[in-house]
């Protein structure tokens, strides 16, 4: 979503379905791979299944009642914990540094 709307220079909202798009062939390319493979439990995937696609529904929704004001927020929100995550790992010097002190 952040790569649509910085170099591509699209709309919030359209980059955000977009991006949904790209994420569901995704899945259905990686529900593909270990289907094949033979490796997958199906009743945890179904399950998973179930959550995602309500999960998606809340979001779109939500996404398109709040717009941009509760988007960008929670893009910044969720992008910054995720990158104190990786700093803090135990494999990343940051975090092996900050386990000492």
Excluded at 39 to 61: E, F, Y
Excluded at 82 to 88: D, H, V
């Amino acid at each position: 979503m952040v790569a649509f709307t910085l170099l591509l220079g699209q709309h919030l909202m359209q980059a955000i379905c977009n991006s949904k798009l790209l994420n569901a062939s995704c899945n259905l390319g990686a529900l593909t791979v270990f289907a094949y493979g033979g490796s997958i439990i199906w009743p945890l995937a179904l399950a998973m299944a179930v959550c995602a696609i309500i999960g998606a529904q809340l979001g779109a929704r939500c996404a398109l009642y709040f717009g941009p004001r509760l988007v960008k927020p929670l893009l910044i929100t969720v992008c910054c914990l995720m990158a104190l995550r990786l700093l803090l790992d135990s494999g990343h010097p940051v975090g092996g540094w900050l386990r000492q002190i």
